[in-house]
């Protein structure tokens, strides 16, 4: 079991860059995979970056290659997403996701969710 906790939301100009962490409770944090995915209203959740359980892999959609950075903490137990030259259509509720699935980039692979913290990018 794999409790998720996000932080770092908020309002960001276009350009602009934030931070998301998310703490992990549950023995087993290390082995997961762990994933970040948005929502933005009246749209499907989609994936935007994920890590393996060593760090060693990490993978992205082409929406966000080149700004968006995951990285992992398995002492701390947590996984942080960060966001540069953020734009508007970033603008969602961005959740952290475990995984048993190695390399896992769809919602059907994970098991574990987040609450969700809200990213708002204005023009």
């Known amino acids: 079991q794999v409790q998720l906790v996000e932080s770092g939301g908020g309002l960001v100009q276009a350009g602009g860059s934030l931070r998301l962490s998310c703490a992990a409770s549950?023995?087993?944090?290390?082995?997961?995979?762990m994933g970040w995915f948005r929502q933005a209203p009246e749209k499907e959740r989609e994936f935007v970056a994920a890590?393996?359980?060593?760090?060693?892999?990490?993978y992205y959609p082409d929406s966000v290659k080149g700004r968006f950075i995951i990285s992992r903490d398995n002492v701390k137990n947590t996984v942080s997403l960060q966001m540069n030259s953020l734009k508007p259509e970033d603008t969602a509720v961005y959740y952290c996701?475990?995984?048993?699935?190695?390399?896992?980039?769809?919602?059907?692979?994970?098991?574990?969710w987040g609450q969700g913290t809200q990213v708002t990018v204005s023009s």
């Open positions: 996701a475990a995984s048993a699935v190695r390399r896992a980039t769809m919602t059907r692979e994970y098991s574990y």
């Open positions: 549950g023995r087993t944090f290390s082995s997961y995979t």
């Open positions: 890590i393996t359980w060593s760090g060693g892999s990490t």
